[in-house]
């Protein structure tokens, strides 16, 4: 297993009681079941019902969008970030 830093925005933040999450994974999709184990709090905001990232959260692998990706099964190495960030929207 490879440990991984996690940054959350504010909003994120607030809900998982911090900024920043370590776990434990092999792989993106790994990290990103870690994450709910955690922080269960955050999988209402950060998944849809079909278990897909909802389409106002972005996650980044290393400064890739994770949705240029073919899956997330993708190797983790040492020293990896996951970085979400959250549209915010109104009018």
Do not use: K
Not at 13 to 37: F, K, P, Y
Not at 67 to 81: A, C, M, N
């Amino acid at each position: 297993m490879v440990t991984v830093d996690i940054q959350l925005p504010g909003l994120l933040a607030q809900v998982g009681q911090g900024d920043t999450l370590t776990v434990d994974a092999n792989t993106i999709s790994g990290a990103l079941d870690a994450i709910v184990e955690i922080r269960p709090t955050l999988a209402l905001h950060l998944f849809d019902e079909s278990g897909a990232l909802r389409e106002h959260v972005l996650c980044f692998h290393n400064g890739t969008n994770t949705r240029w990706l073919d899956d997330l099964d993708v190797p983790l190495v040492s020293g990896d970030s996951l970085l979400f960030m959250q549209a915010v929207s109104g009018g």
